[in-house]
């Protein structure tokens, strides 16, 4: 977008004389921005990125909450009168993932064409269709499983937030902190899985007494979800430099290293988002008396605490890539990941909950930690890539962040399909042979399949990029 010729640009206070100064337009657009000048960064760009995260995080977290409601709410159809199959309930799981991880395709691009601000207000308030539309369905019991599936996946709007605010955190900050508050901003949004999973089991008991009132999981939500896009409108910014073009998407497509990472971002996202959808399902399987805990009025489901631990380690994930290396972190949570699967197969006879719970809440660590340090070697790999064809400094540039933005996009939405295809894995290995182990089989061989493609690409000492 231009600069608006009227419009004379103003100097930041504090701004140096050396550094292009800050121009703030109607709109609350901002040009001349580069996180990469120390002085600009020092001075007054900190303190903007930090702000514009704040409200990234708090309708991101809306987002994801939205996207994991029917997690919970498939748990309470029974009780409300639904007579759905094994398989449908799967099913309803499943969907809101598939077209989650389809709609951050997308939804990358939006942040270049309206502005991360606008496209923010904008993606917040398609939330309003999904939580009204759940609300509505499940207060009829004789509502048609294809409408009820139609309206999950209406939640699919929840997960496509995550492509396009990532996008628009990473223009935000420079390169060296990427890291960090990239992690801040993804635990931001996976925490509202695990909020509406400990939320939705109070609210459906204590808004109807004995009973349950269903659509209250539902209707909840619509105030935040209000005031979410209130905040964003009022205190976030557009960074006119935040640009892409298809060129330069072709270009991350044909990307060799893309590719690599969408796969690995199935094994730590895809796990993180699968699990966190069906852990009230395997707990209602497994151990239905553990389903639902009293508290008297209210109940509550334990399973809120697998995506809890798996949203509060992945910033530490991150952390510890910037400090460590993204590419070693990331084989330690595969070798976890892979070890615990294997744990859960091998202890589920023992009907031992709290062991079972145990094991998925490190198994949630691993892939929360992961996701962190996966997500942190995107940049890192791009920012090299440039530098071999010819930069002389390991510095983004603002080519190597557009492209770096769509690339994290576009391997977030390959990886939220994890989302959808662990659902359907562990459904096929139910309808198969009447237990989930042959699918936590496939997930141990998947698990070992990544540490290997991590190591050979990015740890071992003859890899053209080194430790990443």
């Known amino acids: 977008m231009s600069i608006d010729e009227a419009a004379s640009p103003t100097l930041t206070a504090g701004q140096p004389a050396s550094a292009p100064p800050l121009s703030h337009r109607p709109g609350r657009w901002i040009d001349n921005w580069d996180a990469e000048d120390n002085d600009q960064w020092s001075s007054v760009g900190k303190s903007i990125a930090k702000r514009n995260l704040q409200w990234s995080i708090a309708c991101e977290f809306l987002g994801f909450v939205v996207w994991q409601l029917w997690s919970i709410v498939v748990v309470y159809l029974p009780a409300a009168g639904f007579t759905f199959s094994t398989s449908q309930i799967f099913w309803l799981i499943s969907m809101?993932?598939?077209?989650?991880?389809?709609?951050?395709i997308p939804y990358t691009f939006m942040v270049p064409r309206f502005g991360g601000?606008?496209?923010?207000?904008?993606?917040?308030?398609?939330?309003?269709?999904?939580?009204?539309?759940?609300?509505?369905?499940?207060?009829?019991?004789?509502?048609?499983?294809?409408?009820?599936?139609?309206v999950a996946a209406l939640a699919g709007f929840g997960g496509g937030n995550f492509a396009s605010s990532m996008a628009n955190i990473t223009f935000f900050y420079p390169a060296r902190e990427k890291g960090w508050?990239?992690?801040?901003?993804?635990a931001g949004g996976n925490l509202g899985a695990a909020v509406a999973q400990l939320v939705v089991p109070i609210a459906v008991a204590l808004g109807a007494a004995a009973t349950l009132n269903l659509p209250l999981a539902g209707w909840i939500?619509?105030?935040?979800?209000?005031?979410?896009a209130?905040?964003?409108?009022?205190?976030?910014d557009n960074l006119s430099n935040a640009k892409t073009d298809f060129a330069g998407s072709l270009a991350a497509v044909r990307e060799p290293h893309l590719w690599i990472m969408a796969l690995l971002y199935i094994g730590t996202f895809g796990s993180f988002i699968g699990f966190a959808g069906v852990f009230p399902k395997l707990i209602v399987d497994s151990f239905p008396e553990f389903s639902t805990i009293a508290m008297g009025p209210a109940t509550l489901s334990l399973a809120f605490l697998g995506p809890l631990v798996g949203s509060l380690a992945r910033p530490f994930g991150g952390r510890l890539a910037d400090r460590f290396g993204g590419a070693f972190i990331t084989v330690a949570a595969f070798a976890v990941m892979a070890a615990i699967a294997l744990s859960?197969?091998?202890?589920?006879p023992l009907s031992n909950f709290w062991l079972f719970l145990g094991l998925f809440l490190i198994l949630f660590a691993a892939a929360g930690?992961?996701?962190?340090?996966?997500?942190?070697?995107?940049?890192?790999?791009?920012?090299?890539r440039g530098a071999a064809a010819g930069s002389a400094e390991l510095r983004e540039s603002v080519s190597t962040a557009r492209k770096s933005a769509a690339a994290l996009g576009l391997i977030s939405a390959v990886g939220a399909y994890g989302g959808f295809l662990i659902p359907q894995v562990?459904?096929?290995?139910?309808?198969?042979?009447?237990?989930?182990?042959?699918?936590?089989?496939?997930?141990?061989?998947?698990?070992?399949v990544m540490l290997a493609v991590t190591w050979f690409f990015y740890l071992r000492r003859s890899s053209t990029l080194g430790k990443v």
């Open 96 to 104: 809101p993932s598939l077209v989650g991880a389809t709609l951050r």
């Open 117 to 150: 601000r606008n496209w923010t207000i904008i993606s917040a308030l398609l939330l309003l269709i999904p939580s009204i539309g759940l609300a509505l369905c499940v207060s009829n019991p004789e509502t048609p499983f294809g409408v009820m599936l139609a």
């Open 181 to 186: 508050a990239l992690g801040l901003n993804a």
């Open 221 to 228: 939500w619509v105030p935040l979800i209000l005031a979410a």
């Open 230 to 236: 209130f905040g964003a409108w009022k205190y976030m």
């Open 344 to 348: 859960v197969v091998w202890t589920l």
């Open 369 to 384: 930690a992961g996701n962190g340090a996966t997500y942190r070697m995107i940049p890192v790999i791009f920012a090299r």
């Open 426 to 448: 562990l459904n096929a290995s139910k309808g198969a042979s009447g237990s989930y182990d042959g699918a936590f089989y496939g997930f141990v061989a998947g698990y070992v």
